[in-house]
């Protein structure tokens, strides 16, 4: 008979939110094997895996490391906004989170004492909670800003910036990603690409043409309309998301507080990045 490891039993209780004596019995029932002891606790009455319950809810935890060069987000997610909103994620967000600053590299999920968190957490709700993504961003020359959007807890930001930019300054670009519709497709317009721009532009040739328009003045009106595009899709180009507080792009911003963008990162649970 194998041996039935610590590991084992973790491994089932993080399945099925089942208790560790419970899991550890039905290992030795089963021999060690995960699934049969999944099927042998479904054939006692045990309702469905906690793990198959959809996990559509949850929220997004930040740190930010106390020189402010480096911030980090992660995804919790659960499958009711009661438990996604309580405090034993929130600790779990947190500790992910920590760990992640302090080893860019680490695999969080994996991290042991993240899986006993998040089995714990799991048997405390009843519900299948889980490590989503991750993310982090660090910069030498600058500071990273974190923004959690609280109204909700379910969209973070990481904004990395060179120079020397004020609290308030990263709190605003948080504030635009968060809340600018349409999202930004890029940060610059050489980021965006080539295909869109592409694709853009010809519909915008397209519709002139359709219009009577000849060709050539078709063109200069496509030039207008890529123009408004771009003001859209490209956060530079973006004007502020509160023009009572500042009347101009995103750039505009930036250059007159001697600042530049180097990378960002907008993440909402239940979305893609």
């Given at each position: 008979?194998?041996?039935?490891?610590?590991?084992?039993?973790?491994?089932?209780?993080?399945?099925?939110?089942?208790?560790?004596?419970?899991?550890?019995?039905?290992?030795?029932?089963?021999?060690?094997?995960?699934?049969?002891?999944?099927?042998?606790?479904?054939?006692?009455?045990?309702?469905?895996?906690?793990?198959?319950?959809?996990?559509?809810?949850?929220?997004?935890?930040?740190?930010?490391?106390?020189?402010?060069?480096?911030?980090?987000?992660?995804?919790?997610?659960?499958?009711?906004?009661?438990?996604?909103?309580?405090?034993?994620?929130?600790?779990?967000?947190?500790?992910?989170?920590?760990?992640?600053?302090?080893?860019?590299?680490?695999?969080?999920?994996?991290?042991?004492?993240?899986?006993?968190?998040?089995?714990?957490?799991?048997?405390?709700?009843?519900?299948?909670?889980?490590?989503?993504?991750?993310?982090?961003?660090?910069?030498?020359?600058?500071?990273?800003?974190?923004?959690?959007?609280?109204?909700?807890?379910?969209?973070?930001?990481?904004?990395?910036?060179?120079?020397?930019?004020?609290?308030?300054?990263?709190?605003?670009?948080?504030?635009?990603?968060?809340?600018?519709?349409?999202?930004?497709?890029?940060?610059?317009?050489e980021q965006l690409?080539?295909?869109?721009?592409?694709?853009?532009?010809?519909?915008?040739?397209?519709?002139?043409?359709e219009s009577g328009?000849?060709?050539?003045?078709?063109?200069?009106?496509?030039?207008?309309k890529m123009r408004?595009?771009?003001?859209?899709?490209?956060?530079?180009?973006?004007?502020?998301?509160?023009?009572?507080?500042?009347?101009?792009?995103?750039?505009?911003?930036?250059?007159?507080?001697?600042?530049?963008?180097?990378?960002?990162?907008?993440?909402?649970?239940?979305?893609?990045?």
């Open positions: 008979m194998p041996e039935i490891t610590a590991k084992l039993v973790n491994e089932l209780r993080a399945l099925t939110g089942q208790g560790m004596m419970e899991c550890k019995k039905m290992l030795a029932t089963v021999e060690g094997d995960i699934q049969k002891a999944i099927d042998g606790f479904r054939k006692k009455g045990v309702k469905t895996s906690i793990t198959e319950r959809t996990t559509s809810e949850g929220r997004i935890i930040g740190s930010r490391s106390d020189d402010g060069r480096a911030a980090a987000l992660v995804e919790v997610n659960c499958n009711t906004d009661f438990t996604a909103k309580s405090e034993p994620v929130q600790q779990l967000g947190m500790a992910a989170a920590k760990i992640l600053l302090a080893n860019p590299s680490a695999n969080v999920a994996a991290d042991p004492a993240i899986a006993a968190k998040v089995t714990e957490v799991a048997q405390q709700t009843g519900e299948n909670v889980h490590i989503g993504r991750t993310a982090i961003q660090r910069i030498d020359g600058g500071k990273v800003g974190l923004y959690i959007y609280t109204v909700t807890g379910k969209i973070g930001v990481l904004v990395s910036v060179a120079g020397d930019p004020s609290d308030e300054l990263l709190r605003d670009l948080g504030l635009h990603i968060t809340g600018r519709q349409p999202r930004a497709l890029a940060l610059s317009r690409p080539a295909d869109i721009v592409a694709r853009e532009k010809e519909i915008a040739v397209a519709q002139a043409i328009k000849p060709k050539p003045i078709a063109e200069k009106i496509a030039e207008g408004l595009f771009y003001e859209d899709r490209v956060l530079l180009d973006q004007p502020f998301v509160n023009p009572d507080k500042f009347k101009g792009s995103i750039g505009d911003m930036l250059k007159a507080a001697g600042a530049t963008i180097k990378e960002y990162m907008r993440m909402e649970v239940g979305q893609a990045s």
